[in-house]
């Protein structure tokens, strides 16, 4: 039962987790001028069921501070605190320690100090929150349940052809996916809420409620949700007990009731859509406006909203009470009273069908289907053409890549959620370094791997912080330089082929090649004499031991984390360009591969066992001539490359594989791969099979990270191969466990 | 593979390995596939065989002598390696042969003795059961089973103390 309980408590995470994204963009929009009324409502909504939630769980300080934050968001939304930069600021803060506070619930961290933004909110409770009675001729909705909230004061904007009630007609299908398949799935909310007649607003709702069969069962107490009805002055008109069995029948654990509600017509539909936030799923929830033969006097000046108008944007919400999360639910949020006119009429869009699946379900049928393929393949193997063709097998194995496209795509996601954190952290550094930046942001549709983004994200904070600390100029600079004295960072996203990349793109005054090149020398990372193309020396700045933090302050170029940068990507198998004009600015590109769960890879043999090498670290290969290869000690060796040394390694002693420690390396072929840690280094292998895509299986599923391989994968006939990870392998052993285990686990 | 579980009573796989027969928990156990060498691996203890492709994931096959303590078993035809689940992980063991399938009474576990087996707390408890002839019938000897702790023999666990 409490495992039950933990998995509920896990979803409800969750769900933090994608309303406090859903909250942080919305604010951000709200921020940047957007102070719309679905931009607010989608906040107020986030936070809305975070608290509900963490109520349910017993979190008495995110209940607490939830509430707190909500409060302000709901004076906001119903327009009687303007959406100042002050306020919105605090509610940034406020939003700050809500992530802190959802963190504290999970035992992540603890408990934030809240006092201050809690005062702040309190303050702007105290000014904005004000009746006044004086410019509110009509009732204006108090949307909210909370009990703290002052209701009845005036929107600021009210009067002009603004409609103060804001209603549309609503039609609430609550039939989520329904584990029992009691209740029909194919209902369309769109043919009811079409049909009802427009108008300006209903006189009363008739809300029909009939929890589901189970809903006691599922631990939902479907009284409750009556007694908050109750509490927006609904009354109880008909309770529906068709259902009820004769008594020596009756299940107590069993739900039999329904009940049929009215509710006066100025409470907003929202806050009675409010009330079934937590209904149990597979009950049925209509809630219908009832209107008056004409329209109810409201003191509205202008004409009435057209018809078609109300027709276009009925607020219709298919509610999924287990599936759906909170950004979606907001998708087709009503226009509210705030607004200074009606917003135009939208094509309400279908609410968006989805289920929350667990990854490892994905990954598990991700295998299959990797395995689906590998048989197909193997058949292929033994059957001639002309068999293939009788059996139809190009058309399975079509099919089955076809399959296999679309497993990968489900756990492929925009790239929205790791661009949407930039737009404050832009904020905070403008504020700090006193830089005014503008941020152009394209591509973030773009999808790519779950994994993918998780990683990217401290790479993109580094680009990021790098670009405004050392791209961008003062104004000062920028207009002695002829440039607008904002900076303008560029974040864009594209797909080419099966990698993705990511730019950040600054109009700054681009590296100062002289200096990194003085600065690297200085360090010891190339010789004094060495000769270096531009793009050789913007490469160092990525080099370790080249960006520590104590060269930060001494160079004026770049080299904040950079190698941090350059190593998260190599480790997602990707790579880091970067292009800079003097004067004009510097561009860095992260090559992404599209999935976690495919590496470009060379098959390459050591004592006969086959094993992967990823394409991504090789640089060249070498087939060396006797004398090529030079002993320097007694285990080390060395290869002459166009009169530069490579050392050379035999992976094979590394492995403890075989005893082909003397083979002569004219025999052998070597593999010249590129190392973060140890440069250039040579690796010296049997043959090259092959180079092909090979899908990532990881070792420490059922295992545990073993140090040099960074997973394994299934080839063509079924037997298994190594992949090897490079920089644990020639990188200094001693000094990199921990970040080699990282990257075990991340295969 | 479901075992519809009676209370106080459970299957157990037996099997031989050197002179002895264990047994193990039948739910623990996913399927028993014929030996086939595995892939082996780099820096792993002597008892880890390598690695094998169950059904696209990848599942390490141990040698149950060696992780015994024993010297490694010598494949032949009958060799087996068991599949199964501790803890949410797959690993395959490899054993010299599967005998059979008996149900067993909680109550006819004893504790096990300080056996001599690597640690002793990889023996849950000992359990008599009857030999069966070829026809199916009880036999009239008695045969004694060691329960194997399929969570003390973790792989996991072990490696983090081989490391």
Redesign the interface.
């Known amino acids: 039962m409490s495992d039950e309980l933990d998995d509920i408590q896990a979803i409800f995470f969750e769900e933090c987790a994608e309303g406090l994204a859903a909250a942080e963009a919305g604010l951000s929009a709200m921020d940047a001028g957007d102070v719309s009324a679905p931009t607010i409502a989608s906040v107020f909504r986030a936070v809305h069921s975070i608290k509900g939630g963490a109520g349910a769980f017993g979190h008495a300080a995110l209940t607490a501070f939830s509430h707190c934050f909500e409060n302000v968001l709901d004076e906001v939304r119903a327009g009687r605190i303007a959406p100042s930069p002050g306020v919105t600021r605090v509610m940034l803060q406020a939003f700050d320690v809500l992530s802190d506070h959802v963190a504290f619930a999970q035992g992540l961290a603890g408990l934030p100090h809240d006092a201050v933004v809690l005062e702040a909110l309190d303050a702007i409770l105290a000014q904005g929150g004000a009746p006044d009675h004086a410019a509110a001729p009509a009732p204006t909705p108090a949307p909210t349940i909370a009990p703290t909230i002052t209701p009845m004061s005036a929107a600021p904007t009210a009067g002009g052809d603004v409609d103060p009630f804001g209603f549309e007609p609503v039609t609430v299908a609550l039939e989520p996916l329904d584990p029992f398949g009691f209740e029909p799935i194919a209902h369309d909310p769109f043919d009811d809420a079409l049909a009802e007649p427009a108008a300006n607003g209903p006189i009363a709702w008739n809300v029909r409620f009939v929890p589901s069969d189970a809903a006691l069962a599922n631990g939902s107490e479907p009284l409750l949700i009556v007694r908050e009805l109750e509490l927006l002055e609904g009354v109880v008109e008909a309770v529906d007990l068709d259902a009820l069995p004769p008594l020596r029948d009756l299940d107590p654990e069993h739900s039999y009731f329904g009940w049929t509600i009215r509710i006066p017509g100025h409470v907003a539909e929202e806050a009675i859509l409010d009330s079934f936030d937590f209904v149990a799923p597979g009950s049925i929830v209509e809630v219908t406006p009832e209107y008056a033969a004409r329209p109810a006097p409201t003191g509205i000046v202008a004409p009435p909203v057209p018809p078609a108008a109300d027709v276009a944007a009925p607020a219709v919400v298919a509610a999924q009470v287990t599936a759906a999360p909170p950004p979606q639910l907001e998708k087709p949020a009503p226009v509210r009273a705030v607004e200074d006119r009606p917003e135009p009429a939208r094509v309400a869009e279908p609410p968006q069908q989805s289920i929350r699946v667990e990854l490892v379900k994905l990954d598990m049928l991700l295998n299959l289907v990797g395995e689906l393929v590998i048989r197909g393949s193997i058949l292929a193997d033994r059957l001639s053409p002309k068999d293939q063709e009788r059996v139809e097998l190009p058309q399975l194995s079509r099919l089955t890549r076809e399959i296999q496209d679309t497993v990968m795509s489900l756990r492929a996601q925009p790239i929205r959620q790791a661009f949407s954190r930039v737009p404050r952290m832009l904020r905070d550094l403008s504020a700090e370094t006193g830089k005014d930046i503008r941020l152009e942001t394209t591509g973030e549709t773009t999808e790519i791997d779950k994994g993918v983004i998780e990683k990217i994200g401290d790479p993109l904070t580094h680009m990021i912080r790098n670009a405004v600390d050392h791209g961008i100029e003062s104004a000062a600079v920028r207009l002695a330089a002829g440039k607008p004295a904002e900076g303008t960072i560029r974040l864009s996203a594209e797909q080419r082929g099966a990698r993705i990349l990511v730019r950040v793109a600054d109009d700054g005054g681009g590296i100062d090649r002289a200096r990194v090149f003085a600065k690297a020398v200085e360090k010891g990372v190339v010789a004094a004499d060495a000769v270096m193309t531009d793009e050789e020396i913007d490469q160092l700045i990525c080099a370790p031991g080249f960006s520590t933090a104590d060269t930060i302050s001494n160079i004026s170029g770049r080299g904040v984390g950079m190698d941090v940068v350059r190593s998260n990507v190599e480790a997602l198998g990707g790579r880091v360009e970067i292009s800079s004009t003097p004067g004009k600015g510097t561009t860095f590109t992260m090559i992404l591969p599209l999935t976690l769960a495919i590496l470009e890879g060379m098959i390459v043999r050591l004592a006969g066992q086959r094993f992967v090498l990823p394409l991504a670290n090789v640089v060249e290969t070498v087939q060396p001539e006797r004398g090529q290869v030079k002993p320097t000690t007694t285990t080390g060796e060395v290869i002459e490359l166009r009169g530069n040394y490579v050392p050379v390694r035999r992976l094979t002693r590394t492995f403890g594989l075989g005893d082909n420690d003397t083979r002569r390396p004219e025999e052998s072929l070597v593999i010249i791969v590129e190392t973060e840690t140890a440069g250039h280094v040579g690796l010296l292998v049997d043959t090259i099979d092959d180079r092909r895509e090979v899908v990532i299986k990881s070792l420490d599923r059922n295992l545990h990270p073993i140090r040099g391989l960074g997973g394994a994968t299934i080839l063509g006939d079924g037997s298994i191969a190594l992949i090897l990870d490079i920089e644990a392998l020639v990188g200094p052993a001693t000094q990199t466990p921990n970040r080699y285990v990282t990257k075990g686990l991340a295969a | 593979m479901s075992t519809i579980d009676t209370p106080g009573e459970r299957k157990i796989v037996t099997f031989s390995l050197g002179e002895q027969t264990f047994g193990i928990d039948m739910a623990s156990l996913i399927e028993i596939r014929e030996w086939d060498e595995?892939?082996?691996?780099?820096?792993?203890p002597s008892f880890?065989k390598g690695?094998?492709?169950l059904?696209?994931?990848?599942?390490?096959v141990v040698g149950l002598a060696e992780r015994l303590g024993w010297s490694p078993s010598v494949i032949h035809a009958r060799s087996c390696i068991l599949v199964v689940n501790i803890a949410g992980?797959?690993?395959g063991f490899l054993v010299d042969e599967v005998a059979d399938i008996v149900l067993i009474k909680d109550s006819d576990i004893r504790p096990a003795p300080d056996v001599e087996i690597g640690e002793p707390s990889v023996i849950a408890g000992l359990v008599k059961t009857q030999t069966r002839t070829a026809d199916g019938t009880n036999g009239s000897d008695s045969l004694m089973v060691l329960l194997l702790d399929l969570d003390a023999l973790s792989?996991?666990r072990q490696?983090?103390i081989a490391a």
């Open positions: 595995p892939t082996p691996l780099p820096g792993v880890i690695v094998t492709n059904r696209g994931t990848v599942v390490p992980k797959q690993a792989l996991t490696l983090d």
